[in-house]
């Protein structure tokens, strides 16, 4: 049961910060991101499988707010962080602390 528990919470917990780890991940300015790329670096890091809908469909809200740049490299489109993604990527990871402790709060 506890073993149950814990992975509904891991894969809700990479769900609801989706967008976060695409941020984290994108940081590294040599390497834009494809979709597939996406899909492939969650199932390798969290031992999830997200549909391609679901990464997509995040992928154009975040371009759509200007926190990603989408361009087409051959015949794919790859991602990249803008200015504004770069920022909020930033303060997420200053906040780390109090976001642990808001997770942490959750079960007090």
């Not at 809908?53 to 809200?61: E, I, K, M, R, W």
């Not at 990249?80 to 942490?104: H, P, Q, S």
């Amino acid at each position: 049961m506890e073993r149950e528990i814990l992975n509904e919470m891991h894969e809700r917990m990479a769900k609801s910060f989706l967008d976060a780890i695409v941020l984290a991940k994108l940081r590294d300015r040599d390497n834009p991101m494809s979709g597939y790329d996406v899909v492939t670096f969650i199932h390798k890091k969290f031992h999830m499988l997200f549909s391609s809908g679901t990464v997509y469909s995040l992928l154009y809200s975040m371009e759509r707010d200007g926190l990603i740049r989408g361009m087409w490299n051959q015949r794919r489109r790859v991602y990249t962080l803008t200015d504004k993604g770069e920022k909020k990527i930033k303060a997420i990871l200053e906040a780390k602390e109090k976001i642990l402790g808001l997770m942490a709060n959750l079960f007090i």
